[in-house]
T-cell receptor
């Protein structure tokens, strides 16, 4: 089982709709969870961090963490064409940072 | 401006010719890290450092060396590069307090080993 798993996509979502991205992780000892956005040819940039169970909202973005089920998700409300990118899930395990392979999101105008 | 600076941005070299990719951050972060990104394999951590003179292996350390003599610098050294090290490399830094483990990435170094 891979440590951090994401559906590679592409995930196509109409403009204005909600995009839902999911990530599962294998190590129950993971403590910190992150979503990064990466545009083609660019470096990853942080979208959300979440450290405890529940929801965390920041503007159009909501991160959800469920440690019992070992998954973390990212919701993007009112999706915009500029949200088209690859979204990377990352977890912190014993000072190492483990990334998933990313989900490609395509917002349809 | 707070940033992580990598150099060079692009590098073409030949098998066996030693090279160094530099990384510097001006945010006084304790944690620094190197990643490589390959199609289908995602971002994988090569080495990381929790502080000066403290370095640890990530998931793919073979063929790489690092050093952390100063807090701001964390160079990546390829003693004898091979074609399978052709990749896109990112340096990142992170505070260990406050916004813990949030990685701030450099712009990337695209390396081709012929």
């Amino acid at each position: 089982q891979k440590e951090v798993e994401q559906n590679s996509g592409p995930l196509s979502v109409p403009e204005g709709a909600i995009a839902s991205l999911n990530c599962t992780y294998s190590d129950r000892g993971s403590q910190s969870f992150f979503w990064y956005r990466q545009y083609s040819g660019k470096s990853p940039e942080l979208i959300m961090s979440i450290y405890s169970n529940g929801d965390k909202e920041d503007g159009r973005f909501t991160a959800q963490l469920n440690k019992a089920s070992q998954y973390v998700s990212l919701l993007i409300r009112d999706s915009q064409p500029s949200d088209s990118a690859t979204y990377l899930c990352a977890v912190n395990r014993d000072d190492k940072i483990i990334f998933g392979k990313g989900t490609r999101l395509h917002i349809l105008p | 401006e707070a940033q992580v600076t990598q150099n060079p941005r692009y590098l073409i070299t030949v098998t066996g010719k030693k090279l160094t990719v530099t990384c510097s951050q001006n945010m006084n972060h304790e944690y620094m890290s190197w990643y490589r990104q390959d199609p289908g394999l995602g971002l994988r951590q090569i080495y990381y450092s929790m502080n000066v003179e403290v370095t640890d292996k990530g998931d793919v350390p073979e063929g790489y060396k690092v050093s952390r003599k100063e807090k701001r610098n964390f160079p990546l050294i390829l003693e004898s590069p091979s074609p399978n090290q052709t990749s896109l490399y990112f340096c990142a830094s992170s505070p260990l307090r406050g916004a813990k483990n949030i990685q701030y990435f450099g712009a990337g170094t695209r390396l081709s080993v012929l």
